[in-house]
Each structure stands twice: as C-alpha cells, then as structure tokens.
C-alpha cells in the first residue's frame, strides 16, 4: 500500500514538474521572439537592482500598509517552501517527517519545532493578509481594482491566487494540527477541534491535508505560466536587465542615423547596404525581449495606469492595458508557432488590434508608469515604439503633428516662425 | 546688454566657458522669451562668459522623435551637433528640460558630447559660489510658492532639488503639491502633446494639474520649464485664478531677486 502511495507521489511531481518547466520554456521561447536581446552591462549595478527592487521590494514601500502584507505573503512564500523538502522526501520515501527524525538524532529537537513554528506563524500570516487582499481587491472599490482593464479573466485570476493561497495555508495548518504527536504554535491551538475523532480518522485527515496541499502546490504551480502571479519568478531577472541609463532617454535607431548619415555625407555609405525592413514595432516580434519580458513579469496591479496622467484625465489610455494587451498578443503568437512550427501572419497585429492609435496618441512620455513600477516595466517603451511604426511605416500622425514636422524641417521649430527671427529677443534684450 | 552669439566670439578670438542653449519656445513663444530674457540677464550680471548660437541654433529633434518620427530627429541631431562639434562646445545650460533631456542623453551616442546642465542647476551653482547675490529685501520674500517639477527634468533626469533649492534662497514658503518629485504629474504637454489637440477625455491634464496647483493657495507656481508654464498659466487662467496665482520661470524670479 505505501509503495503504491510513493509511486504515485513520484508519478505525480515528475508530471507536475515536467509540465512547469514545459510551459517556462514556451514563456522564455515566447520572450526571445524580441527583435533586441537584452542589455547586459555593469553587472554590480544591475544585481543591485535585483537587491533592492526584486528582493528588497523597494517601490513597494510607498505604501507600506500594502508593502508590509505584500511581504508576509512573500516570504511566507519563501520559507513556507523549504517545508517542501521535507514533504517531498516523505511522498518519495514514503515516511513521515523525516527531517525530525534526523533532527532529533542530533539532538536538535527544538530546532526542528522551532522551524516549523516558523512556517506555522508564517502561514497565519499568509492566511490572514490574503484574506484582507480579497477584502481590498473586491470590496474595498479601490480605481484600479475596479478599472475595465479587468474585466473577466484578469479579475478572476487575481481572486484565484488569494483563495488558492488561503486553502493552501488552511491545508498545511490542518495537516499539522491532526498530527496530535505533535504541539506545534498555531496548529495545537486548533487541536481541540479534532478531539473526540478517533486515531483512524485523524490519521486519514492528517494524509488526506498533507495530499491535497501538495497538490495543491502542483497546481498552483502549473497554474502560474498562465497567470499574472509569474512576477514571482520574473521579477529577478526583470529588475535585473531594467535599462541602467536615465528615465528620459530614448534609445537611438541606427538604423535610422546611418540612413540620414549616408545622406548627408554620401561617400560614408557602403555599398549595397539594404534598408531596414521596417521602423519601430507593429507587433510583438518587433519589440525587444525587454518588452516581452515586462508583457509577462506584469502583475496588473495598476500602479502606473493610477498614475498615467492621460488615464487620470479619462483619455483610453491605460499603461497597464498596454502591458496587457502585449501578453494577449505574444501568447497568440505564441499558440500560433506552436501550431504551424514558425509564425504565419494571422492578419492581426499588436498595433490596431490590440492597441489603438487613441491610446498611443495620448501619451505624453511623463514617465510617470515607468517610475511607479515596483518591478522596472516600462509601458512607455512599447509605446514609443508603436508611435514609431505609425508614424514611420504608415504616416500616421494627426494633422497638427504633421504640420510640425514640416515647421521643424523647413523652419528649424516645431512653429511656423522665421529662423531668422530666432535670435529676435536680443534685441530687446 | 549685448547677447554675443558664438560666430562673434570666435570672430573676436574668444571662447565662451559656456554656450546657452535658447532652444524654440524661449526664442520664438513671446511668454518664453521673457525666461530667456531673465536667464541672460543673470548670465550678464553674474559675469558669466558665455554665448549663444543665434541663427545657427535649430530645434534639438525632441518633439519630432517623441511623437515617433525618427527620421525627422536624425536629421536635427546631424545638424546641430555638426555645429556644436563645429565650434568645439564643451559645456551648455539651457532653460528649456526638453532639450536639456536630449542634448544630454541623446545626442552623445550619436556623437555629441558636451556637459550640459540645466539653468535651475546653474542658478544654484552661482549662488552657491556667490556669483549673485539675492537682496534682502526682494520682492518674493515671505510670499508662498508652490513648485511644479517638469517631467524631463524630474523623473527623466532625477533633478529634484536643485530648483528646489534656488527657491529656498529667495526665503519664500515653500507648499508642495500633493504630487511632487517623482510622483509630479505631467503638465500635458510633453511626448509632442503641446503641437496637437488632446484625445478625448473628462478632463484636460494641464487642468488637473492647474487644479492641484490652485489648491495650495500659493501666490505663485513656480516652473522650470517653459511648456509646463504655458499649460499651466491656461489652466490657471480657465479657472479664472490668475489674479491670486501667478505662473513664474525660476530664472525670472532670480532676475528681479538680485542686485
């Protein structure tokens, strides 16, 4: 009977553990369809971001209140984990707390109930700051929980997590509690509800708890790759390949400089050099795997669409929707090589049909989006690079742009004014 | 005040420590030249050597690039830093975060390297260094002033302080907004918005911003950009509040603050 309960728990987490790093791989192949790889420069730097903002959660301490229940949730996360080993360990050698048999051994008895009140208190905490999250999130009428950004699935898939959370927590304390032997912190509080059940019956709850919340971890497991919950994973290396330089600078087109170079200076030209085939993104393969990468560590808590001062003043503008919809459409993509082994065009672009010239236009590249992001996304990014597309590949632009274009080429400023009169002011001076 | 532009000084055999980038809106928009007025007036009282590129200076691309079109902001990059490089410019302050954002970030990679401060960093620099002196008795002295951070100087480029300290020295009231430093929102104009309509919306931004502004009860609003000081003084004016909230350069109130 207990081999047949170990096979199956191997069976179990192999196929658990296949299927996630089936999907981690299809997530870093989706990624990697970026045109641009990743900057990989001043690597202290770069490790000090990962401290700081992905370890440290920096940005999230603007609001502490959040920022402290953020915390418990993830380093319950964390530590609760390393409790893993050990049931691991069990469901393969088919024993029962290994670990305290070995602790004990040494005569490290306490330490062994000293960790596991550990995860005992971390798992109340857990309990409890997802239960006020579930609160906040769907009662509490908070704008960017309650944003159109997400309607359906996203708002769903955000009350998962917190109830997945809940029962996992919920699990791992019974499990501890219907095991009598032992008096753990939180656990042997909520013995006396299991007093007057027979040994049997205890034990049977004791494995059906321990079963179903490693199951329970499974799924959650599995269920990540389809999920907002990923930051979890790629906050690192997000934070990690965030651009170095100043917020306010855009990076340069060579492309575009070698053309107006070769111009102007025709000699520097190679021969036969071949122009780009295109300027700037219309979809998600002609975004850099910074971008993709943003489109999946995205949380969709909203931080930068509360921000955006577009969004504020009630333009459709929403930086969040922007990473959104970049995800949406990679994921397409993605299904769309999985079926035909490379991409073919569907008729469908991340430009127009998932983000809308409106939504582009009402940008006014304040940064704002890319400051308030706790992970380093930069919304602003894909924008700008969509407004390259249009204006560049397809000549879009409004009436009042164009005519500032032709200010600036024909009069050296973006208004109709005399160059001549540029240094007019000295004169009254 | 004789402004020298940098044809003449090299005509003369002199090289100015540093070149005063006008940029468009201070040579062209009539409120803007007033900012640019007050900074060349400091630059000349506090002795400062330097020159301007008069005619030869052209729009640094900013707009143009942000609103995408690329093409159309290589080309200006080209030229300007042909004429840059030309007159071999080491250092360059300028009253304008746009250019200020581009000329520092963006043109070194296309090979346009220069030191380039914006005008509140210099204008604390002198009075740091004492090269002005603010009167005891100027005319700002106990009145409250609320400070609008423009987003290319701001966010883009993490200066904070500096106009915060070139205020300080002016002995006003310092009220921030509820949305300041990095969390300042936008005044609406930036990412080529100021040269087109906005998209629909409830609400115009400059007027979000005007509002928060208002809000503060301050005399004036200070601003260190001069597209965030149009928006903001229209946003102000819709509200009919000009007569209790004036819009000010930085640069202008130093100008009447000095001997």
């Not at chain 1, 870093?28 to 690597?43: C, E, M, S, T, Y």
């Not at chain 1, 609160?135 to 704008?143: E, F, I």
């Not at chain 1, 299904?335 to 010239?357: A, R």
């Not at chain 2, 402004?3 to 090299?10: D, F, P, S, Y």
């Amino acid at each position: 009977m207990a081999i047949i309960a170990q096979i199956l728990f191997i069976i179990l987490t192999a196929t658990a553990l296949y299927l996630f790093s089936k999907n981690l791989l299809l997530i870093r192949r989706n990624i990697l369809i970026g045109k641009a790889g990743f900057v990989n420069d001043q690597k202290a730097r770069r490790w000090k971001n990962v401290f700081l903002l992905a370890l440290g959660q920096k940005k999230m301490f603007k609001k502490p209140i959040v920022a402290i229940l953020h915390l418990i949730l993830y380093v319950g996360f964390i530590i609760i984990n390393i409790e893993l080993l050990e049931i691991m360990a069990d469901g393969i050698l088919g024993t029962h707390r290994i670990f305290e048999s070995y602790f004990e051994k040494f005569e490290l008895a306490s330490l062994y109930n000293f960790i596991i009140n550990s995860f005992e208190i971390l798992a109340a905490l857990v309990f409890v700051a997802c239960i006020i999250f579930l609160v906040r999130r769907n009662m509490l009428k908070l704008k960017r929980f309650m944003s159109n950004d997400l309607v359906g699935w996203p708002r769903s898939d955000a009350n998962y997590i917190l109830i997945a959370e809940i029962i996992l927590m919920g699990l791992f304390l019974t499990m501890n509690a219907a095991d009598t032997e032992t008096h753990f912190i939180i656990s042997s509080s909520l013995q006396p509800l299991f007093s007057g059940i027979n040994a049997d019956t205890l034990f049977i709850i004791e494995h059906t708890a321990w079963w179903l919340h490693i199951i329970g971890i499974y799924i959650f497991m599995n269920y990540l790759p389809y999920s907002k919950h990923l930051h979890i994973i790629l906050a690192f290396p997000n934070t990690y390949y965030a651009p170095l330089t100043p917020k306010g600078m855009m990076h340069n087109m060579p492309e575009v400089q070698n053309e107006v170079l070769y111009a102007m200076q025709p000699e520097l030209a190679p021969t036969g050099a071949a122009a780009p085939a295109s300027f700037g993104a219309k979809d998600v393969m002609d975004l850099s795997s910074k971008n993709l990468m943003d489109a999946y560590s995205c949380t969709e808590c909203g931080r930068c669409t509360a921000a955006c001062p577009a969004n504020i003043t009630g333009k459709l503008l929403s930086p969040r929707k922007i990473m959104m919809a970049t995800r949406d459409r990679l994921e397409a993509v993605g299904k769309n090589i999985d079926l035909h082994k490379n991409f073919v065009p569907d008729n469908k672009s991340l430009l127009h049909d998932y983000i809308t010239v409106e939504e582009l236009r009402a940008c006014t590249t304040c940064n704002a989006c890319v400051e308030e992001c706790p992970i380093s996304i930069s919304p602003l990014d894909i924008i700008m690079e969509l407004r390259r597309s249009l204006v560049m590949e397809e000549s879009n632009a409004p009436q009042e742009w164009n005519s500032m274009f032709s200010n600036i080429e024909n009069n050296f400023a973006p208004w109709k004014f005399a160059p001549d009169d540029r240094d007019a002011w000295t004169k009254q001076a | 005040m004789k402004v020298n532009t940098m044809a003449e000084m090299i005509a003369s055999g002199q090289t100015p420590e540093v070149l005063f980038w006008v940029g468009c809106a201070g040579s062209f928009d009539q409120r803007a030249q007033k900012i640019t007025k007050a900074f060349a007036t400091i630059l000349d009282k506090a002795g400062v050597n330097y020159a301007i590129l008069g005619k030869e200076e052209a729009c640094t691309g900013d707009p143009a690039r942000r609103a995408g079109n690329e093409f159309m902001f290589q080309m200006m990059a080209y030229q300007n830093i042909q004429i840059l490089n030309g007159y071999s410019i080491k250092k360059i302050v300028t009253t304008c975060p746009h250019c200020f954002n581009i000329l520092k970030n963006e043109y070194p990679v296309l090979g346009g390297h220069y030191e380039v401060i914006h005008h509140t960093q210099f204008l604390q620099e002198l009075i740091e260094q004492g090269k002005i002196k603010i009167t005891d008795s100027n005319e700002w002295k106990g009145k409250s002033i609320t400070y609008h951070d423009s987003c290319y100087l701001g966010r883009a480029n993490e200066i904070y302080e500096a106009p915060r300290k070139v205020l300080e020295s002016l002995d006003m009231e310092l009220r921030e907004m509820k949305r300041c430093k990095s969390k300042g929102l936008c005044c609406g104009a930036g990412g080529a918005q100021m040269f087109k309509e906005e998209e629909k919306g409830d609400k115009r931004v400059n007027m979000e911003r005007a509002d928060e502004a208002i809000e503060t009860k301050s005399d004036f609003v200070a601003s260190a950009c001069p597209f965030c000081n149009t928006m903001l003084t229209d946003g102000i004016k819709n509200r009919n509040e000009e007569v209790n909230t004036e819009v000010l350069d930085i640069a202008e109130m130093i100008a009447k603050a000095i001997q």
